[in-house]
């Protein structure tokens, strides 16, 4: 079963939405039903939230909080922000079919009491899943997040060109293909850095729209690390080889450390400017999470 799960900020709830969401009893028995299958993230008005769904993840598992009686984790894999917010109701329409049915729409907030945890239609949650991943999926956007013929298999190229009814059936496959994450993931680090690299600051982008800068991950998929922004830095190609092999790697001030007796004395000019600070995200809530930099770090004194 498909489902929502409503996420707000300081919601007094110990959720860490990429690994685990929080709940009181009363959802133990829907939460349990959705183990093993995709939900989407809601953000209510309450505490400042947008009123729209911002991400698609999986539920793995659900266990008890040991420390606190009667409430249990849902255990979260596979997260997906989306490339925007998708408005909880678009003209007058909202996007969960339950909530269409309600005559007076003064009385949706009402029904939704007690139902931070509910079942979706998988039509629903793919119209949900589908406008939340516009821009990556879109065709004009194929070049410059790599979703291109040069750059896809034979499998992820039949699945994208496939009609929107075969893409709701096999949704799945769009969710968990490397290809599609990576490109969502490239759109969100180069949005956020404007295209410039991190390290160097040069910021390059060809006629067609594709930076030169590359998408890296602070702490590896393969070891688990999440497709956020938070995760990413935006890094020129040499410097992106440099980084994925811990030749360099931050501070947690943002500053860069560089592994001198390993790094060729030619390209150590790249991070003369760099030093006590790299370029970041204008949005200071975009900037590299401390906890993956510190993974990364780790590994890079380790060498």
Not at 29 to 48: F, K, S
Not at 51 to 64: E, Q, S, T
Not at 73 to 78: L, T
Request: glycine share 8%; net charge neutral; aromatic share 10%.
């Amino acid at each position: 079963m498909k489902g929502i799960l409503d996420t707000k900020a300081n919601s007094g709830y110990d959720d860490e939405i990429m690994r685990r969401y929080h709940f009181p009893p009363q959802y133990r028995t829907v939460a349990e039903e959705l183990v093993g299958d995709w939900i989407v993230y809601r953000e209510p008005r309450r505490n400042g939230g947008r009123r729209a769904y911002i991400a698609v993840a999986r539920v793995l598992g659900v266990h008890a909080n040991p420390s606190r009686v009667g409430y249990s984790y849902a255990h979260i894999g596979d997260y997906l922000p989306f490339d925007r917010p998708v408005p909880f109701a678009y003209n007058g329409t909202y996007a969960e079919g339950v909530l269409r049915e309600i005559n007076n729409p003064s009385r949706v907030g009402a029904y939704l009491q007690g139902k931070s945890i509910r079942g979706v239609s998988e039509s629903d949650f793919w119209a949900i899943v589908r406008a939340g991943l516009d821009e990556t999926l879109a065709p004009a956007n194929a070049t410059r997040l790599e979703l291109d013929y040069p750059h896809l298999d034979e499998e992820t190229l039949d699945l994208l060109g496939a009609p929107p009814a075969e893409q709701e059936r096999r949704i799945e496959q769009i969710l968990l293909n490397r290809k599609v994450r990576d490109a969502s993931f490239r759109y969100h680090v180069c949005e956020a850095y404007d295209n410039r690299c991190a390290v160097t600051g040069l910021r390059m982008v060809n006629g067609g729209g594709k930076a030169e800068v590359q998408a890296a991950h602070i702490w590896s998929v393969a070891s688990g690390g999440p497709d956020v922004v938070q995760n990413g830095l935006a890094l020129s190609g040499t410097v992106h080889w440099l980084f994925d092999r811990h030749l360099i790697s931050l501070t947690d001030n943002y500053g860069l450390l560089v592994s001198h007796n390993k790094v060729p004395e030619e390209l150590r000019g790249l991070f003369s400017k760099q030093l006590d600070r790299i370029h970041l995200p204008d949005d200071t809530k975009l900037w590299p999470h401390r906890s993956y930099v510190a993974r990364h770090r780790e590994v890079f004194c380790s060498a």
